[in-house]
Structures are given as C-alpha cells and as structure tokens.
C-alpha cells in the first residue's frame, strides 16, 4: 500500500475539473497524491491541474489510441499490489471519455475499481436546466450530418429529456437539424462554458436558437451541453395520467352518468373521452365477471346530448 489514502491493487476513477481549477474534490487529491501512478488523457493537460494541487505522483499517457495496449501492463502492475488513479482532461472519465476499455479489462482481471466522483458536464449542466422526470444522456451524436439526423429521429418522440455533447464546430450543424426534425416550441438549454469565465445558460425554444447563435458570434465558441427537453404531454397522456384515475374512483361509487359529470367538472376533460372510458372499463368488468354490462342509457352518444362536450 503506498499511503492510507489508497489500497493496494486498485484502480481508482477520478473525477476532475470541467474549467475551474478549485472544483476538485479533497479525496480525489488525496487519492491523486497518494496512487503510485497515474493515468492521464493528456499528461499536458492534466500537468496544470496537478502543478495547482501541488501533486508531485508520476503521470502516464492512457487515451482512446493505447487504452487497449496499455490494459495488459497496468493490470500486471496492479497484480503486483500496485494502484492507479484513471483522470481525464475534464470531467468525469468514461463518460464520452477515455475509461471504459480498462475498466472492463480491470474488473475482469479481479481488482478492485473504485470511483470518485466529482464535476461532469452531464450532472453540471442537469443541475442548472431545472428539468424535472427522466433524462437520457446521448453524448456525442455522429458527426456525419445523416447518421446525426438519424440518431435525433430516435430521440424526437422520447417522453424525457436528453442530453448532448457538442463541439463548437458542430453546434450550428446540430441546431440546425434540431430546428428541423423537433417541434418549434420544445425548449432547449444550451449551457456553455461551465464554471469557466464566459460561463452561460440559455433556455429558448428551437426556433429561437438559429437567431440566438446568429446574434453573437460568442454564442458558438467554448464547449456546450445541449439538453433537449421532454416534448410536452399530449392531450391524450394527460386524459389518461390525470382524468381517467379520477373517473375510476367516481365509477366504484356512482352510477356512470354521475361519475362521468362529476368526474368532467372536476379535471376538465373532454365528456365524450370520459364516456369512451367508463364504458370500456364497464364492458371490461362485464367480460371478466362473464355479465353483460347492461346499463344502456349511458352511452358515449349521450354525452353530446346537452351540447356541452368540450
Ligand atoms: N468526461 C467529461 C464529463 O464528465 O463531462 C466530458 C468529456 S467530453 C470529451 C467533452 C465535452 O463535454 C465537450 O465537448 C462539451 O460538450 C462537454 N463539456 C466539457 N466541459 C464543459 C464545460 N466546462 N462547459 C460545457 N460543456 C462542457
């Protein structure tokens, strides 16, 4: 064991800055200063990071050219009681990062990997979009302006958000085809240059970014997330999440036609859609008990008859 910030064998997966220097946490430069190697994207750029945090411990190159090759080395030297800490040039390693290939060959081997966590762009920019339910995280879509079409048509309908990473280069081309494969009003929130000095967040709908990245010739430079929000319920999710729990509690109590009024006043939705309902769940216990539902004034037809439906 090199120090008791560690334990032998281990590979440890820290998590680094996004842009500020100070945003580290104080295990990840215990386990830094503590590891007998570590494992660097870029040892350029990591130099800076560890030169601010006065760590001295010896740096070696793994990206996604030699994450392979490499593999077989370190794992040997892990065997040896050895430990390692894995950082990339930013943020989090493995996601959209250098990582998962030794993990894998790490975890097979039979020695312990431990993370520790600390800034992501992903968490960074959730934590400021103020979106709430699911979201899924795409990364980088292709860079091939088909294959990246493609990727958004299976995003376009998801009832969640998602989340992509861009390059500068790229984010007019991405907007560009979300502008037309997405609804003009779904929002967007593009959070730029986090926690660095031109940090920004915008929420606009799509068919406001093309004018919004047009007005400043700033609003393309830095590094982006790009978070899609969910497209909004539709009227029918909305009957279904809202309206027909409603009725299901009024029909245990009330005759159809008083459950479907009341049901109506109290969330607002359409009469016709409430009827439809009652009446499906109405035949739907008819079939089960082996009955026939036998109540016929109350029909979907019915709920026109005083010309209120809405
Ligand atoms: N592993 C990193 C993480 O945990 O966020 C991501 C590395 S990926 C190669 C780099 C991409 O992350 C950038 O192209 C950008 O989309 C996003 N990113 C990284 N730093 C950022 C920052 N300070 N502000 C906004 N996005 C950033």
Not at 225 to 240: M, N, P, R, S
Request: charged share 20%.
């Amino acid at each position: 064991m090199s120090n008791s910030s560690v334990d032998p064998a281990t590979l440890y997966v820290v998590a680094t800055p996004i842009g500020n220097l100070a945003d580290i946490t104080a295990r990840a430069c215990a386990v830094l200063a503590a590891v007998d190697g570590i494992l660097a994207e870029d040892t350029r750029v990591s130099a800076t990071l560890l030169r601010h945090h006065g760590i001295a411990t010896p740096v070696s190159a793994l990206h996604q050219h030699n994450e392979a090759r490499r593999g077989a080395r370190i794992i040997e030297r892990l065997a040896a009681g050895e430990s390692f800490a894995l950082i990339s040039d930013a943020g989090t390693p493995g996601i959209s990062d250098p990582g998962a290939h030794l993990v894998r060959e790490v975890r097979a081997a039979g020695h312990t990997i431990v993370p520790i966590p600390g800034p992501s762009a992903l968490t960074a920019a959730l934590s400021v979009a103020g979106i709430e339910g699911p979201v899924l995280f795409a990364g980088f879509l292709p860079a091939r302006a088909a294959a990246r079409q493609a990727s958004i048509k299976t995003f376009e309908s998801a009832r969640l958000a998602w989340v992509v990473y861009e390059s500068p280069h790229r984010l007019v081309a991405l907007v560009d085809d979300l502008v037309a494969s997405l609804e003009p009003t779904r929002a967007v929130i593009i959070a730029r240059e986090l926690t660095k000095r031109f940090e920004s967040v915008v929420r606009l709908p799509i068919a406001q970014l093309p004018a919004w990245l047009a007005a400043d010739s700033n609003h393309v430079r830095g590094e982006f997330v790009v978070v899609i929000e969910a497209c909004a319920q539709t009227a029918a999710d909305e009957i279904g999440t809202t309206a027909f729990p409603v009725l299901d509690v009024l029909l245990e109590e009330l005759s159809l036609a008083q459950a479907v009024r009341l049901a109506q006043k109290i969330t607002g939705a359409r009469r016709n859609d409430l009827y439809a309902h009652a009446l499906q769940r109405q035949h739907a216990a008819g079939e089960s008990t082996g009955e026939s539902t036998g109540d016929t004034s109350d029909t979907a037809d019915n709920a026109d008859a005083d010309g209120t439906d809405r």
